[in-house]
């Protein structure tokens, strides 16, 4: 049997009339760039997600950076965030000049609340929370800090769609919210697409300028923005998706169960969920010492995994000019070189997942 880490044609089989039907409509309206879809898109993501203003724009790096120039973070700036990050979430710090102060993550794979107020300095403007791997951050801690030191708090939902805190929705707690619909994550797109959400009617205002060459009204444009357009096509999709993302969700919560429950094996330590979050499983992350022969051990029996993350941001060639090295952060480092994510998907069928268990209960443990 042949099982793939990912395998997106699954979520794509399990609802295509509605797709298709949806693409056909967008292809003969004859509008494909801000109208009636996006419009309709962002009020319902916004409704979903319980904010006032959610703006589409064409990626969750996008989301990003224009969350950090709406809050006029920029160079001379520092914005925490955890060490484990993927490095977009970096990048969009890093794109308007700001400088990411690094955090280690706790034991569950998100950051360290007890240790970000060390990392405060007075150049500290904003937090930025990464809800990694389908759970939240603890965002009382969060909001707590940023309340009593004057920091912005944007949240990165990209891998939290649906995802809660104390049963209230990520995306809800910071100043902004940014998102994902890259089509792996949980409410994913089919091809590019991203959000910011906030309850701030001048930041919306800000995003929806800056997503549109910096233009409010046609051919005036106030600031140099970007062209960073939700289109008409990827919006009416999400729309169709939106109105199943909570069976997805359920779907891959049952599916997570099963390998909690069924993994037995010495050498492989599930990722834990923090008491007060949901976890929504974006992915299903394990840890194991022998990460790279596991890795080898599967695929001799044709079953895929990836690593999210390989490299940690801060050893990145990208990030070079920051100055760290190994041995910077220890946490972050052990978790790039022993996190894995088994195969993972909506419409994963019993006898797959099966399959995947067995093998791995029988790694280094079998006669
Ligand atoms: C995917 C992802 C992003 C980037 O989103 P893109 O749409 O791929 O640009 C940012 N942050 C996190 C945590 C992500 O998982």
């Known amino acids: 049997m042949k099982i793939l880490a ?8 399990l609802y295509a009339p509605e797709y298709e039907k949806k693409a056909l409509e967008v292809l003969r309206s004859g509008w494909y760039i801000l109208g009636s879809e996006v419009k309709s898109f962002e009020r319902e993501f916004a409704d979903y997600i319980g904010t ?4 589409g724009v064409a990626s969750g790096l996008d989301a990003l950076w224009i969350a950090f120039r709406t809050l006029n973070i920029g160079a001379g700036d520092e914005v925490i965030v955890c060490a484990n990050a993927y490095i977009a979430c970096v990048m969009g710090i890093t794109i308007n000049g700001a400088a990411p102060v690094f955090v280690e993550p706790d034991e569950y794979d998100n ?15 904003a937090i930025l929370a990464v809800h990694l791997y389908g759970q939240s951050c603890d965002m009382t801690k969060i909001m707590d800090i940023a309340g009593r030191h004057g920091l912005k708090v944007v949240e990165d939902c990209a ?8 049963g209230k929705m990520c995306g809800t707690f910071g100043d902004i919210s940014c998102f994902s619909f890259y089509p792996t994550k949980g409410l994913g797109a089919f091809g590019d697409a991203g959000a910011v959400l906030t309850d701030n009617e001048e930041y919306a205002e800000f995003v929806r300028m800056i997503r549109n060459y910096g233009s409010k009204v046609h051919y005036q444009n106030e600031v140099v923005g970007a062209n960073s357009r939700l289109d008409e096509l990827q919006a009416g999709l999400l729309r169709v998706k939106l109105t ?7 779907e891959r919560c049952r599916l997570a169960e099963r390998y909690n429950t069924e993994i037995h094996n010495p050498y492989i330590r599930a990722l834990k969920t ?22 080898a051990y599967l695929r001799s029996f044709d079953i895929g995994t990836i690593i999210h993350y390989p490299i940690p941001p801060h050893l990145s060639h990208a990030y070079a000019y920051l100055g760290y090295k190994q041995g910077d952060f220890p946490i972050t480092e052990r978790y790039a070189n022993d996190i894995l994510s088994l195969p993972f998907y909506n419409g994963m069928t019993e006898d797959e997942q099966t399959y995947v268990i067995n093998k791995l ?7």
């Open 6 to 13: 990912n395998d997106l044609k699954r979520q794509y089989d």
């Open 52 to 55: 006032k203003y959610c703006v």
């Open 111 to 125: 950051i360290d609340a007890d240790k970000i107020e060390e990392a405060i300095t007075p150049n500290t403007k």
């Open 159 to 166: 891998q939290a769609h649906g995802t809660t805190w104390q």
């Open 244 to 250: 199943h993302l909570n069976s997805f969700n359920e």
């Open 274 to 295: 923090r008491p007060g979050s949901n976890n929504t499983w974006h992915q299903y992350e394990i840890h194991s010492p022998y990460r790279d022969e596991l890795i």
């Open 361 to 367: 209960n029988r790694f280094k443990t079998a006669e």
